[in-house]
């Protein structure tokens, strides 16, 4: 029967839930209103972090190595929570730059753009580090964001996918 449910339960007869963005190709269309749902969430589970002392002081004393480890506990999360916990999204069916899936890149920058906008917004940098010079100041507000993102990345899966 075209266009009724198929086996998965969905609408079409691609295989998959829904119809919710879907191109001729089959793809699940990234549209700039699933980055808007990104932002909501981002920002929803960013905002408590960027002003709690502790992740000012962790990021004070965290080293680059540790600083690289939490931006792939982010990239992990963004991908699992994307691609494997939401059978909607399907990396190899998706739009990419260079091979990357834009859902993933875009979930990333909200990620960590989020908390960055809302650190400066707030002063956050100049309150908690104001004993530290510009250029290392900005280094350790960088460590500070990679750890709020860890937060803010899982409001911004959560919005994408169940929005």
């Given amino acids: 029967m075209a266009g009724g449910p198929d086996e998965s339960g969905g609408e079409g007869g691609n295989g998959r839930r829904g119809g919710k963005h879907r191109g001729r190709s089959g793809r699940r269309r990234f549209k700039l209103a699933d980055t808007a749902q990104q932002i909501v969430g ?50 190899d069916r998706e739009r990419d730059v260079g091979g ?9 920058g909200v990620s960590f753009g989020a908390v ?27 460590r500070a964001v990679s750890v709020g993102a860890i937060f803010s990345v899982v409001g911004a899966a959560t919005a994408d996918s169940v929005l």
Avoid: C, Q
Avoid at 70 to 91: E, R
Avoid at 100 to 108: E, K, Q, V
Avoid at 134 to 142: Q, Y
């Fill in 100 to 108: 990357i899936p834009l859902r993933f890149l875009s979930l990333m």
């Fill in 42 to 91: 981002g920002f929803l589970l960013a905002g408590p972090f960027v002003v709690t002392e502790e992740v000012w002081a962790l990021a004070r004393n965290m080293s680059v190595l540790r600083a690289a480890i939490v931006v792939g506990i982010v990239a992990t999360i963004s991908y699992a929570t994307l691609y494997k916990a939401d059978p909607d999204h399907d990396p």
């Fill in 116 to 142: 960055a906008v809302l650190a400066v917004v707030l002063g956050a940098p100049a309150t908690f580090l104001s004993d530290i010079p510009g250029s290392e100041r900005a280094i350790v507000s960088l």
